[in-house]
C-alpha cells in the first residue's frame, strides 16, 4: 500500500502564488510517477500536471504556462508550484502516485487540499 499526502492549498487573491507539496510513503518502490489532479465543487476531477521518475513532465493545456511541477524520485515527492492563479482554479487539489502492479497501473490518491482563489 502507498500513502499520499499533501499539503499547501490556502487563500489567495487572483493572481497570487500557492505551492502545493505531496509525498508518497509505505511501498513506494514500485511507484514511476506522481502528479496532481484537481476538482471543482460540481464538476468531475480533471488531470493537471504529472511529473515521471524519468523527469519528463505533462501538463493540462489550461494550465498555460502558470504552474510548473518538479519532484524527487529518490525522495517520493512531488511540487506544484502555482502561479497568476485564477478565480476559476478554485478546487480541491489531489496529488497521486502511480505504481506498476502485476497487470495494472495502480493510482493512489491523497485527501486533497484545497484551494481558494479570490477575485
Known amino acids: 500500500q502507498v500513502h499520499v499526502a499533501e499539503s499547501g492549498g490556502g487563500l489567495v487573491q487572483a493572481g497570487g502564488s500557492l505551492r502545493l507539496s505531496c509525498a508518497a510513503s509505505?511501498?513506494?518502490?514500485?511507484?514511476?510517477?506522481m502528479g496532481w489532479f484537481r476538482q471543482a465543487p460540481g464538476k468531475e476531477r480533471e488531470f493537471v500536471a504529472v511529473?515521471?521518475?524519468?523527469?519528463?513532465?505533462y501538463y493540462a493545456n489550461f494550465v498555460e504556462g502558470r504552474f510548473a511541477v518538479s519532484g524527487d524520485a529518490t525522495k517520493k515527492t512531488v511540487y506544484l508550484q502555482m502561479n497568476d492563479l485564477k478565480p476559476e482554479d478554485t478546487a480541491v487539489y489531489y496529488c497521486?502516485?502511480?505504481?506498476?502492479?502485476?497487470?495494472?497501473?495502480?493510482?493512489?490518491w491523497g485527501q486533497g487540499t484545497q484551494v481558494t482563489v479570490n477575485s
Open positions: 511529473f515521471n521518475w524519468s523527469g519528463s513532465t
Open positions: 497521486n502516485a502511480d505504481a506498476q502492479g502485476d497487470q495494472r497501473t495502480l493510482r493512489y
Open positions: 509505505g511501498r513506494t518502490a514500485s511507484t514511476y510517477a
